[in-house]
């Protein structure tokens, strides 16, 4: 493996468990342990997972008006989140582009930000651009960020939150900021922790009964049966909001105002409708369609696999918004053989958030 | 007992009879993970050694299977399209692939198990 692979502070655990180590936005990243990933797909939907996703990039930001300078990138409703709720936002270029997407949560006295590895070097001067004086971006290079996800998640590690809340707490007498999100479709807990605790944090964590750690192979395959974004997969910064179905992550506030980098492009996009949509789809057969293949009558497939869950294949993919309704037939093209699919509504396996 | 030669694209092949029996390796099916469909060629069809004639894809990737020798593909494993998961559990066995009915000699860089042991250390 490439000497200039950044590690993660777990590291060592993932070697000791038998992870096998891939390159992954630079880092060195456990693609599955022992188990395998239909194992531990399958037992993060019966049971309980726990990823290392401490390659994301976490950063806070401090200051009045740091949720005003924030709207001007995102068309999220970030000043009107409470404290102690988090949010799914875009940052968007001066085309509507998505740069990148990310989750935001008001802490009381700052924003806290996780965004994409494969994005930090692009999101966190972008922000850095836009800041007034008195806001100040600060990442947190040196916190780690485990996600703990499935079913047995809210009776191993009980708290008061719903969906999408945040909150600083101890686990095992261990200090974190946890959220009760994640990117499986399951109940869970995102939790930041600093660095030279998080391996302790972890062996806690897999010490409790049923819980296995999980790579990032089943972190795809589950996010992918929740209807889930990957960037760089299913957004770009040729993709805008509303091509990409998430024209719910714009605040009600925001398309009213159209005041934020990009507005003008997405409220055309809005008014005229986009010309591609991104739709599930549902392969025939069994054979997987995996991202690069292309849609006959002028789509791709952007992410597809095998979902362990829905036991076959799995897509998810843009096509002409007369190809996008549900039901609708399509014909992909899997390495040189015209497969039938067809449109299939997102997500493949029902959500189960605590909300 | 006969021998199994290895190709450097981790298939094996054993003679059975007539016709030689292919599958892929302990190895391959280990880096490939779980394995979820086999696409498997027509018997009948006449094949050069080293194209692509079947696919084995995993949860997480698509993989092609080579011919290891020329000839005509004769039989196919059909228990693999409803039980893929055989190439995981039994790679070297239950979980063969296709028998091809030789044209001519073996290539000359199959090798054996010494040889492929060393080969896929070298990959390492």
Known sequence: MAEDLNETPLADLHRELGGRMVPFAGYAMPVQYPQGIMGEHLHCRAAAALFDVSHMGQAELHGEGAAAALERLTPADVQGLKPGRQRYGLLLNGRGGIVDDFMVANLGDRLFLVVNASRKQVDLPLIESVLPAGVTLRPLPDRALLALQGPAVAALVPTAMSFMGIQAMEIAGIPVIASRSGYTGEDGLEISVAAEHADRLARHLLSLPGVLPAGLGARDSLRLEAGLCLYGNDLDEDTNPIEAALTWSIGKRRKAAWDFTGADAVREALDHGPARIRVGIRPEGRQPARGGTAVMGGGLVTSGGFGPSVNGPVAMGYVPRALAADGTALTLEVRGKPIPAHVAPLPFHPHRYAR | ?124
Do not use: C
Not at chain 2, 23 to 46: S, Y
Not at chain 2, 90 to 103: C, H, K
């Open chain 2, 1 to 124: 007992m006969t021998t199994t030669h290895f190709t450097k694209d981790h298939e094996w092949l054993r003679q059975d009879g007539e016709s030689w029996t292919v599958g892929i390796t302990e190895h391959a099916q280990n880096a490939l993970g779980d394995v979820v469909f086999v696409d498997l060629p027509e018997p009948g069809r006449v094949v050069e050694a080293g194209e692509a004639i079947a696919v084995v894809e995993s949860v997480k990737a698509a993989s092609d299977v080579y011919a290891p020798i020329s000839g005509k593909v004769v039989e196919v494993n059909a228990a693999l399209v409803d039980d893929p998961a055989l190439v995981n559990q039994s790679p070297t066995a239950d979980g063969w692939f296709f028998r091809i009915a030789p044209a001519g000699d073996l290539p000359g860089d199959l090798m054996d198990a010494d040889g492929y042991a060393k080969h896929v250390e070298s990959l390492a």
